[in-house]
């Protein structure tokens, strides 16, 4: 199973906002609505975003909002702060029962 | 607040047995529709599924190393656990355990992850 594509960089300022793309095929991301993303500040356990597309857990900014169009999830960040800044990865479930993750996303805050 | 810790040795020599625990405080590893799951992340690489296992000691792993991973869990200790063996170099990775509820597909709680290098 290959790694679900991500922009290896993403950049923003401060207030601006910023989309950051999850591509895979019709056996994973198209094919279900089990697409999570993780925040993850190296050295530290991730966090959960976003799961089943747009679902966003209890807790969680509502400046992180999720969606999808056919092989590809977006996970949007709004008013974009300096504390956003980490590695963010995408997730879905696969034909095959199994979980394939992207391959990250550095976010860096301007 | 549930919390999760990997233990187990941060180096193991090729051709060896990896061994990690990952102990669950703060909820019983009994109760619920829990998955508990190991991911690894290879050095500057992006996170890989393992697989998981379920508080009866049903598992499910990832088809690309089913044949060396075996995963098992400890109510008594709250404790679940998992062994990848013939381990070489590409193993070499942070090895985290999770908590996935309701679906196995998405993680609510993480370990911080544990460094296990393979090397002679």
């Known amino acids: 199973q290959s790694a679900l594509t991500q922009p290896a960089s993403v950049f923003g300022s401060p207030g601006q906002s910023i989309t950051i793309s999850c591509t895979g095929t019709?056996?994973?991301?198209?094919?279900?609505?089990?697409v999570s993303w993780y925040q993850h500040h190296p050295g530290k356990a991730p966090k959960l975003m976003i799961y089943d597309v747009s679902n966003r857990p209890s807790g969680v900014s509502n400046r992180f909002s999720g969606s999808k169009s056919g092989n590809t999830a977006s996970l949007i960040i709004s008013g974009l702060q300096a504390e956003d800044e980490a590695d963010y990865y995408c997730s879905s479930r696969t034909s095959s029962s199994t979980l394939v993750f992207g391959g990250g996303t550095k976010l860096t805050v301007l | 607040q549930v919390q999760l810790q990997e233990s187990g040795p941060g180096l193991v020599k090729p051709s060896q047995t990896l061994s990690l625990t990952c102990t669950v405080s703060?909820?019983?590893?009994?109760?619920?529709?829990?998955?508990w799951t190991w991911i690894r992340q290879h050095p500057g690489k992006g996170l890989e599924w393992i697989g998981y296992?379920?508080?009866?000691?049903?598992?499910y792993y990832d088809p690309a190393l089913k044949s060396r991973v075996t995963m098992s869990v400890d109510t008594s200790k709250n404790q679940f656990s998992l062994n990848l063996s013939s381990v070489n170099a590409a193993d070499t990775a942070v090895y985290y355990c999770?908590?996935?509820?309701?679906?196995?597909?998405?993680?609510?709680?993480w370990g911080q992850g544990t460094l296990v290098t393979v090397s002679s």
């Open positions: 703060g909820g019983s590893i009994s109760s619920g529709t829990y998955y």
């Open positions: 019709s056996s994973d991301v198209g094919g279900y609505n089990f």
């Open positions: 296992i379920y508080h009866s000691g049903d598992a």
């Open positions: 999770a908590r996935a509820a309701a679906t196995p597909y998405k993680f609510d709680f």
